[in-house]
């Protein structure tokens, strides 16, 4: 007997029982059977053509979410993921069924608003940390600004060195709401007007203002014009954001930080659209080691290890390298061991670890 698959055998069974579908989402995968691991999108500009499409070639298909349907037209075989469906359970697409596409979301970072990281907990960066109060203090009372506001920030410096930590201790000081994009996204995945797209961004964060709108990776927009012409709408995503940086509509209370590993590749006209640029840096050596004191603080097991033996063995990390390879290195091995606390030998040997792979050819990392 031929095996059958969950949809299939649904398909038997609860044809005749499925209720009509009011409403579906469906998430572009591509080829789910042939390739993994690839991010499609498909750009449709209209959107109601698009619901025409989908309802004809699926018209009467029993479906429930995490299926998949199969384009037969356009380019067959492309697979839709089934990410929503209303009435929830397994239901039937009927004439009137609304079927809409999905969008690359962008999330409200709200879980990082009650308690969460302040900028306390952010170690060194005192240059940083001084910004970090101008812009609080416009986000608490915008309109004692004039037109003097602080608009854009460029965040820059290596990765790991708490770029993306102190935006959301920012927001957390101040409980403005968080809105974090990864550029590569509004680019990437983007389904429909880029330009919309942002607007609606920002018009989403001036209607929750007091708000800041973190855009990290930001030179995946700004740098490659090669990119650009590639893709129609990586122009129109810098052209919207170029005009939301400007402020030419105003959005009082709204703050743009952008975050990059690489200012040198921006695109000159995005640079310059910051008022400022904030280096984050390696943390020097007595950073190092309050940042080591303030992560131990937070381990589920005791520390029994002189911190400062690590400090010039660990010259060059940054803050995430500290506590995600070394502490967590070293945590993971006590674990195993069943170990009661944390000693100077699995802290010695995380750090063996780490040499280890950072004296291998990059291709070697991780087999
Ligand atoms: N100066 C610091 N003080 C305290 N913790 C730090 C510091 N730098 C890094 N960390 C720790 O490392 C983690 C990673 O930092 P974060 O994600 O903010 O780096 P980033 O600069 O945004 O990196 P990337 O460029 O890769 O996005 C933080 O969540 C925090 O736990
Ligand atoms: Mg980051």
């Known amino acids: ?211 800041i709108v973190f855009i990290d990776e930001v030179d995946a927009v700004g740098l490659d014009r090669a990119y650009q012409s590639v893709r129609g709408d990586v122009a129109e995503v810098v052209n919207a954001l170029l005009s939301e940086l400007d402020g030419v509509k105003e959005n009082p209370g709204v703050v743009t930080i952008a975050a990059t590993n690489s200012p040198a590749l921006l695109d000159r006209a995005i640079r310059s659209r910051f008022e400022e640029e904030l280096e984050f840096k390696i943390p020097t050596k007595d950073e190092r080691l309050a940042i080591l004191k303030h992560y131990v603080r937070t381990l589920p097991m005791e520390v029994d290890a002189d911190l400062g033996r690590y400090l010039s063995r660990t010259e060059g990390f940054s803050g995430r390298d500290l506590k995600e390879k070394l502490l967590k290195g070293a945590l993971y091995r006590a674990i195993l061991e069943d170990a009661e606390k944390i000693v100077e030998r699995h802290l010695d040997e995380a750090l063996k670890e780490i040499d280890l792979a950072l004296s291998r050819p990059p291709g070697e990392m991780f087999t």
């Not at 429930?64 to 039937?92: C, E, H, M, N």
């Not at 915008?142 to 920030?153: D, L, M, R, T, Y």
């Not at 410096?157 to 959301?168: E, I, L, S």
Request: net charge positive; hydrophobic share 40%; glycine share 8%.
């Open 1 to 211: 007997m031929p095996v059958k698959t969950k949809q299939a055998r649904r398909l038997v069974v609860e044809k005749t029982y499925a209720r009509p579908a009011r409403f579906v989402r469906l998430k572009p995968v591509g080829f789910p059977i042939k390739e993994l691991h690839r991010n499609y999108f498909v750009n449709v500009e209209r959107e109601d053509l698009f619901e025409i499409y989908a309802k004809e070639q699926w018209m009467g298909s029993v479906i429930a979410t995490g299926d998949y349907l199969f384009d037969q037209r356009v380019i067959p075989d492309f697979a839709y993921q089934v990410t929503k469906v209303l009435p929830s359970g397994v239901v039937k697409i009927a004439e009137d069924t609304i079927v809409e596409i999905e969008k690359p979301e962008v999330k409200e970072d709200r879980g990082a608003v009650e308690g969460g990281v302040k900028l306390k907990d952010v170690i060194g960066h005192g240059h940083v940390k001084r910004k970090c109060k101008i812009v609080m203090k416009y986000l608490e009372d915008p309109e004692s600004f004039g037109g003097w506001a602080p608009k854009n920030v460029l965040f820059h410096g290596a990765p790991g060195t708490g770029k993306t930590m102190t935006a959301k201790a920012l927001a957390n000081e101040v409980k403005a709401r968080f809105f974090k994009v990864r550029a590569t996204d509004l680019v990437g995945e983007f389904v429909g007007d880029g330009s919309k797209r942002i607007h609606e961004l920002y018009s989403m964060a001036a209607d929750s203002a007091p708000a």
